[in-house]
């Protein structure tokens, strides 16, 4: 069965939106599993959004874990290769936690329906729940995301950002919202992405682990569980869906220009890559909440959120990990990569180059 409401359809607006856009900017790649892939991937995300009970949400769900594994295959490295292994059977294990919750979940009350969890009690909502937090990259399941989308392609990295934790976050404000776990765990996915990101020279492994910062974000709102909570949560996925794909367009328009993707690789490339600098400028403002970008709304929603139920603690850790944010996507990745001491490397501005 199908389900279709304002929940949903801000998820299915904006996952259709970055398909979009993501598949311009790769129009130059012409590789046919990549492509296929991909557009399998999207669909079943957007399958899962729209999915009105937990059986047909298994089904997407586990059609998105082996799509998603090809986006990785098809960089053909070595590394890849060993992350895709790595990450297809995170995602496989995930899936049969999520299976046999589903299990339970109908021995324990007959039905199938993908509906909120109110009892807290139930081990079939219990492993349910850890099936979801497997794909939101939740401590201690978050390794498996900054592992594998830097080893996927240029394209298939942007595309990967934008879904899998996605989707997850849709289905733990759908199922799970108010439950005081998610609070827990978003506030340490907040301190452990930025602490990871700031240590981290790799550009694409930094935006990687600034993902698992800002789902932090959403996790926190969902375990509010109140109107302002959710409505932050579910506007902050919208907008970081958006901001990450321009943060790692940019990124991966380097990588493609350069072939570099260590930080002390780059530098001053401001000079022959403006058009590449001033989008990655602009996510990196949004990231990192600056004023008058959509990250500066979204995150002052949950911010109140939490002040609104005096969740003093929470607020301070939001704050925290927001400062954090500034410092690793805000300052380290424009700074490293396109002003810092001139390296020399004078690539054009794709798509100049990709003719």
């Known amino acids: ?136 990259g939740a401590v201690p399941f978050s390794s498996w995301l900054s592992d594998a989308y830097p080893e996927a392609t240029i394209v298939g990295g942007v595309i990967l950002s934008a879904y899998t934790t996605k989707t997850a976050v849709y289905t733990l404000l759908r199922g799970f919202a108010g439950w005081d776990i998610l609070i827990i765990l978003g506030c340490i996915m907040g301190i452990y992405g930025v602490i990871y990101a700031i240590l981290e020279n790799d550009m694409r492994r930094i935006l990687s682990y600034s993902i698992v910062n800002q789902v932090g974000f959403m996790l926190v709102g969902a375990g509010i569980g109140t109107e302002m909570a959710i409505n932050g949560a579910s506007s902050h996925a919208f907008a970081h869906i958006l901001y990450k794909a321009l943060l790692l367009m940019s990124a991966g328009s380097v990588l493609y220009m350069t072939g570099r993707r260590n930080c002390t690789d780059l530098g001053g490339l401001f000079q022959s890559m403006p058009i590449t600098m001033i989008c990655g400028v602009i996510g990196a403002f949004a990231i990192s909440a600056f004023p008058f970008t959509s990250g500066f709304v979204t995150k002052s929603m949950i911010s109140y959120a939490a002040a609104d139920e005096h969740l003093f603690y929470v607020w301070l850790g939001l704050v925290a990990a927001s400062a954090g944010v500034f410092l690793h996507a805000g300052i380290k990745f424009p700074w490293f990569v396109f002003f810092q001491k001139d390296s020399g490397l004078r690539p054009p501005d794709p798509p100049g180059n990709m003719r």
Do not use: C, P
């Open 1 to 136: 069965t199908t389900r279709v409401d304002k929940l949903s359809k801000a998820f299915g607006y904006v996952f259709t939106l970055n398909a979009f856009i993501v598949f311009i900017y790769g129009y130059y790649q012409k590789k046919s599993l990549e492509i296929t892939s991909s557009l399998l991937y999207i669909g079943s995300a957007i399958g899962v959004i729209f999915a009105g009970d937990l059986l047909t949400l298994y089904f997407f769900w586990e059609a998105m874990a082996i799509m998603s594994t090809f986006l990785i295959l098809e960089n053909k490295k070595k590394r890849s290769f060993e992350a895709a292994k790595r990450y297809v059977l995170v995602h496989i294990i995930g899936g049969l936690v999520l299976l046999v919750g589903i299990i339970f979940i109908y021995f324990e009350t007959e039905s199938l329906a993908f509906s909120a969890m109110s009892n807290t009690s139930s081990l079939g909502a219990w492993l349910i729940l850890i099936g979801f937090l497997v794909n939101v």
